[in-house]
């Protein structure tokens, strides 16, 4: 066994990775099978390159499928520390890509807003002398960034924040929930430090777990179906692809695994063996 020596970069990890599949088999099932239809959804898409709207839309998809397709691998591999902390960003990216299929103005404000970012880098650019913003430095002129920020005063944008679009999305129960939960391992607060930890009898600090996770699991990968049933609905109803069926039983199949959420939960002790 080489996990002590490579960690998750060794073979061993192959063992839990054959067991975690079996054991939350009818959740990575629904995975694939709504990565199939994704997968199928893409090629389908009749991208009008001069369409905003469109090409936005379907771009912020194919990096969210690939966001969907990252978080099941991690999951496999037992780093489902580093799966929730992709799957909150997707979420994130599931709030733009739904207003962006929804509402025809939103493609102009979403431009804009990286505009405001533009902006904030140039200056963080003059102000720190990083060499890393050497090229951004030259750039951006006393003249560019006024030329910009005169633009930005001129039209009004503004920097996004997540949950203003959330709501305007109608995920605002999305974002109170597990967007929420999710935040806690990418703004690494001292809960979320507690499932590296093993504590005995007494609630003493014993011993460090480095091993492979799979506590959560299925609710990481429940999740992560939700998110992109819901991307497959904003998407397929912009392209108007038919697809209400397939989306249907997908529906309808995440239902079902509702009652097994939180069956497979284990002792922290038995991962680290």
Same mark, same amino acid.
């Given at each position: 066994?080489?996990?002590?020596?490579?960690?998750?970069?060794?073979?061993?990890?192959?063992? +839990?990775?054959?067991? *975690?599949?079996?054991?939350?088999?009818?959740?990575?099932?629904?995975?694939?099978?709504?990565?199939?239809?994704?997968?199928?959804?893409? +090629?389908?898409?009749?991208?009008?390159?001069?369409?905003?709207?469109?090409?936005?839309?379907?771009?912020?998809?194919?990096?969210?499928?690939?966001?969907?397709?990252?978080?099941?691998?991690?999951?496999?591999?037992?780093?489902?520390?580093?799966?929730?902390?992709?799957?909150?960003?997707?979420?994130?990216?599931?709030?733009?890509?739904?207003?962006?299929?929804? #509402?025809?103005?939103?493609?102009?404000?979403?431009? @804009?807003?990286? #505009? *405001?970012?533009?902006?904030?880098?140039?200056?963080?650019?003059?102000?720190?002398?990083?060499?890393? +913003?050497?090229?951004?430095? #030259?750039?951006?002129?006393?003249?560019?960034?006024?030329?910009?920020? #005169? =633009?930005?005063?001129?039209?009004?944008?503004?920097?996004?924040?997540? =949950?203003?679009?959330?709501?305007?999305?109608?995920?605002?129960?999305?974002?109170?929930?597990?967007?929420?939960?999710?935040?806690?391992?990418?703004?690494?607060?001292?809960?979320?430090?507690?499932?590296?930890? *093993?504590?005995?009898?007494?609630?003493?600090?014993?011993?460090?777990?480095? @091993?492979?996770?799979?506590?959560?699991?299925?609710?990481?990968?429940?999740?992560?179906?939700?998110?992109?049933?819901?991307?497959?609905?904003?998407?397929?109803?912009?392209? =108007?692809?038919?697809?209400?069926?397939?989306?249907?039983?997908?529906?309808?199949?995440?239902?079902?695994?509702?009652?097994?959420?939180?069956?497979?939960?284990?002792?922290?002790?038995?991962?680290?063996?």
């Amino acid at each position: 066994m080489d996990f002590d020596e490579k960690g998750f970069l060794g073979t061993s990890i192959d063992d +839990f990775s054959k067991s *975690v599949q079996t054991q939350y088999s009818k959740f990575f099932e629904l995975s694939h099978d709504i990565n199939e239809l994704a997968h199928a959804v893409k +090629f389908e898409l009749k991208v009008h390159n001069r369409d905003r709207q469109e090409f936005l839309s379907a771009t912020l998809f194919l990096r969210l499928l690939n966001g969907f397709e990252a978080v099941v691998i991690l999951g496999i591999k037992g780093l489902l520390f580093e799966a929730k902390v992709v799957l909150r960003s997707v979420v994130e990216s599931l709030f733009i890509l739904k207003l962006l299929c929804e #509402k025809e103005d939103f493609p102009l404000e979403y431009l @804009g807003s990286s #505009k *405001v970012q533009s902006l904030k880098w140039m200056k963080i650019a003059h102000e720190t002398q990083d060499p890393n +913003f050497e090229s951004l430095r #030259k750039y951006a002129t006393p003249e560019v960034m006024e030329t910009l920020r #005169k =633009e930005i005063e001129q039209h009004g944008l503004k920097k996004l924040d997540v =949950e203003p679009i959330a709501k305007r999305a109608g995920l605002h129960h999305f974002y109170n929930t597990q967007y929420r939960l999710l935040s806690e391992e990418v703004h690494c607060v001292p809960i979320s430090l507690d499932p590296f930890l *093993v504590q005995d009898e007494n609630g003493e600090l014993s011993s460090f777990d480095w @091993g492979p996770k799979h506590d959560d699991l299925d609710m990481v990968l429940f999740t992560n179906v939700q998110m992109l049933l819901v991307a497959l609905e904003s998407i397929t109803q912009l392209f =108007e692809g038919d697809k209400k069926e397939k989306l249907e039983q997908i529906r309808q199949a995440l239902k079902a695994l509702t009652p097994l959420l939180g069956a497979n939960k284990s002792h922290h002790e038995e991962d680290a063996s």
